[in-house]
Each structure stands twice: as C-alpha cells, then as structure tokens.
C-alpha cells in the first residue's frame, strides 16, 4: 500500500516500500512522458534497477503499477472496513470509510501520483479495463466483509451492492471533476468533492423530473397566400 514509511518498520520492508515507490513513480513520469505503450518493462526495470522478477513481486502488469495509486487507496478501504463500527445506514459507513482511507493516503506525494494515474488512464483503454476488473474484485472483496462482519445477506438482498455501487459512482465522478480542477493536485480537495457526491445521494434517489413546459414550440409552417382573384 502507497502510505509513508514508518522508521518504526524493520530494514527489509523500509527497502521494500521504497522499491516500490520507486517503482510507481519512475512508471508513471515515462508512461506520461513516453506513453503507456511507448514504455517497457524492460526499460523500466532498467531504469529502477531491478530485474523483472522483481517487479512481478510487486505487480502483476504496468496496468496495475500504473493504477497503483487509487488501487491503494481501495486496499485501504476494505483494511478499514474490517474494524470501522457503524453508526447509521450502510452507505454512510461506507462513505465514512473510504472518506477514511482517503486521509491515511501520505499527501502531497499520493495526490500528484493519483492525478499522473488518472490523466493516463483517460488515454489508455487498457488501464480502463484493468480499472473494471479490479472494481470488481474489490466490491466482492468489500461484500464478504459486510457478510462476515454484519451478517448482511449479500447473495439474495440486492441492497449491500447497490449501496457499494453507489459509492463507487460517488467516488468516480468526485473524481473526474478533481482531476479536471486546475492547479496542484491536492488529497483533501478530493475528500471535500467525494463528500459533497456522499450528500447527494439521498436527494439523487428522490429526485423527479416532468416534461417541460416553456420548450420552443416549433414554428407553424408558413401559409401560402390566398390566389389572387
């Protein structure tokens, strides 16, 4: 997971985390620069220095070291969905976690990654994939912890998805307008825009529409003149 390295931890998983930094980083300043298909594994493990054995021990593919960033910050939401209490509905807890996991991400460093990720991602269909798979595998992951931990009935009670695929939205579209904002990416600024998608929520579920009314009616055809006599 992309958060700061305690000086608590032991030597080898400081040099680990580090290695993997450093291989999120170098991946994203030549996938930018370089494009995604332009770049290597080659040259990437080149310019990190380490073999690619290595760099599978890390990732599965330069799509998931690519979208590193926003994967971790998935990982850190199931990690606090196994403790966090509830207190209120299931989309709030839900809110309130991922909200959560959004402040543990190491800022400035996580957000200039995150945007890297997400600009690339709008180029490049096969991180668009990758992103669909790993959504899914995280909403069942998040779904068997709801299970586990609340005894919800996920198989036959349609509710615990819809309530996680509500979240996802919010998220996704607190994150296209973030990514979009001018100026340097900053962590809180996409915890405020998911918040403010959270509070939508129960007004988008009530919301009515009815035709309009002061629509431009289209113009009668023109008459002809009568004949003259």
């Not at 990732?59 to 990982?75: G, H, I, N, R, Y």
């Not at 309130?96 to 190491?106: E, F, I, N, Q």
């Not at 007004?203 to 006599?229: E, I, Y």
Request: glycine share 6%; aromatic share 6%.
């Amino acid at each position: 997971m992309n958060t700061a390295i305690s000086p608590d931890l032991p030597l080898r998983e400081r040099k680990k985390l580090r290695t993997r930094q450093a291989l999120i980083d170098t991946a994203l300043d030549r996938f930018t620069a370089q494009g995604f298909e332009g770049t290597t594994l080659d040259g990437l493990c080149a310019e990190v220095e380490i073999s690619k054995r290595t760099f599978f021990r890390y990732f599965d593919s330069k799509e998931d070291v690519a979208m590193a960033p926003t994967q971790d910050l998935w990982a850190a939401f199931l990690e606090d969905l196994e403790t966090r209490e509830p207190a209120g509905t299931l989309i709030g807890l839900l809110g309130d976690t991922l909200v959560g996991a959004l402040h543990r991400m190491p800022a400035p460093d996580w957000a200039g990654r995150a945007l890297l990720s997400r600009r690339l991602a709008a180029r490049t269909p096969s991180m668009n994939a990758h992103g669909l798979q790993f959504c899914d595998r995280t909403s069942s992951a998040a779904l068997d912890v709801l299970r586990r931990r609340f005894g919800l009935d996920v198989t036959r009670d349609p509710r615990p998805r819809l309530a996680l695929d509500l979240l996802v939205a919010s998220f996704h579209y607190a994150l296209q307008g973030w990514t979009a904002a001018p100026g340097p990416a900053d962590r809180d600024a996409l915890a405020a825009r998911l918040r403010e998608a959270l509070a939508s929520l129960p007004g988008t579920l009530t919301l009515t529409v009815r035709p309009r009314h002061d629509r431009a009616q289209p113009a009668d055809p023109p008459t002809a003149p009568p004949p003259r006599a």
